[in-house]
């Protein structure tokens, strides 16, 4: 299981869950889950460290690959991940 | 009730991420058929319970979210008094060829909202090759598919600028209020309007950004087809937002979910029957939670703050 760092917690990723998902199933309230689809933009955090897959197409208004600017909801961690949310 | 002027809402544009995806999603979840696909790639549907050659239209884009909905009006002499009226109220509005970028349609007069929302009104479009019986009809043609929705319902609109945009709505196109929510100050949040029996035909809140989605609906018969589609929601893993419920504005059933490119979908059943006699129904903020999910009678954190 990949570990999602953010701020000073540790949240563990299961297989298959984007790193929203992974907030979803552990109450944790810090992003706000919306639409879980890539459109509504709510979701966008940073990834500061590690690797990932794009899951899914996102809407492209505020997101930055270059940066690593994401929706959560459209990205599944490969490694360990540092993010922070925007 | 002799239903003039704008007789219902027709139509919606939407942009999607993923048109193979959306495509599935409405075509086979929903249930809506596809009626073609234009030369630049749009992608036409319509359900099954409807005449019009198309009610929706999927346009693939950067970002999600409606191009535009259209209102079908009884003549096209009352697309003419409302060019002129538009623009002495003081809004954008222009022409569009019939025949142009919807197939079918006749010319649309397309009018730019205080809220930032383009409509268009039009009153003349070809029968769609599928349509419902109409000489001692059966209840359908082909037997309806996934959730069976049977058309486009209505659609909620976040945007700026809410008083002038409902003043338009109703003083220059006619609807009625139906029922609106206030906030503390006196101003209001939501308006809830119709153009025909329907206890709604849109609904537009009150937000800083124009022209924004919150979501659009496709009509279903009763509280059992609601049930069906929640199933359908979670055997297709598809993002649910809340439901089945009801709602205590319109009284409707209802499922919200998000589409593959997260523009919000509601599945709609039932509501009064709505007649112009009837004085309006007012919500304040303390109750509203109750007016949107009956049953939980609190709003859930994403209803105000999730658009496209
Ligand atoms: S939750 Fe809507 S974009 Fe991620
Ligand atoms: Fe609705």
């Given amino acids: 299981m990949n570990k999602i760092f953010v701020n000073n917690r540790i949240l563990l990723n299961k297989e298959h869950d984007s790193v929203l998902d992974t907030f979803e199933a552990l109450h944790d309230k810090h992003l706000l889950i919306g639409c879980r689809r890539g459109g509504c933009g709510k979701c966008l955090i940073k990834v500061l460290q590690g690797e990932y897959e794009v899951i899914r197409d996102m809407s492209q208004g505020n997101i930055d690959l270059k940066n690593n600017i994401v929706l959560a909801c459209c990205i599944k961690p490969k490694t360990d991940l540092k993010i922070t949310i925007l | 009730m002799a239903i003039k002027g704008v007789i219902r809402a027709g139509f919606m544009q939407l942009r999607v991420l993923d048109m193979e995806k959306s495509v599935h999603h409405y075509e086979d979840i929903l249930g809506l058929d596809k009626v073609g696909e234009t030369s630049d790639g749009r992608v036409l549907l319509k359900g099954y319970d409807e005449f019009d050659h198309h009610s929706l239209i999927l346009r693939k884009a950067d970002s999600p979210g409606m191009d535009f909905m259209g209102f079908k009006c009884d003549c096209e002499e009352f697309l003419d008094e409302v060019y002129e009226k538009t623009l002495a109220y003081g809004l954008e509005c222009q022409w569009v060829d019939a025949n142009s970028d919807q197939p079918g349609f006749g010319r649309r007069l397309a009018v730019k909202l205080p809220s930032g929302h383009r409509i268009d009104l039009y009153a003349s479009v070809e029968l769609a090759e599928k349509y419902p019986g109409l000489v001692s009809p059966e209840i359908w043609v082909e037997q309806p598919r996934g959730m069976s929705v049977k058309g486009f319902d209505h659609a909620l609109l976040y945007g700026p600028e809410l008083d002038k945009t409902v003043k338009y709505m109703t003083g220059v196109l006619g609807f009625h209020i139906v029922e609106r929510c206030d906030k503390p100050d006196g101003s209001q949040l939501v308006y809830w309007i119709t153009s025909s029996n329907k206890p709604h ?13 919150h979501h659009v609906a496709f ?8 049930g069906h589609a929640a199933d359908l929601i979670t055997i297709n893993d598809i993002s649910m937002d809340a439901g089945p419920m009801r709602h205590g504005v319109t009284r409707g059933y209802t499922n919200y979910f998000f589409d593959p490119s997260g523009n919000r979908n509601e599945t709609y059943a039932g509501g009064y029957t709505y007649c112009p006699d009837h004085p309006i129904r007012v919500w304040d903020m303390d109750n509203i939670g109750r007016g949107i999910f009956y049953y939980e009678r609190k709003l859930n954190d994403r209803f105000l703050a999730i658009v496209t």
């Fill in chain 2, 201 to 213: 035909e849109v609904a537009f809140l009150e937000y800083d950004k124009p022209g924004k989605l």
């Fill in chain 2, 219 to 226: 009509a279903l018969d009763n509280w059992n087809e609601i």
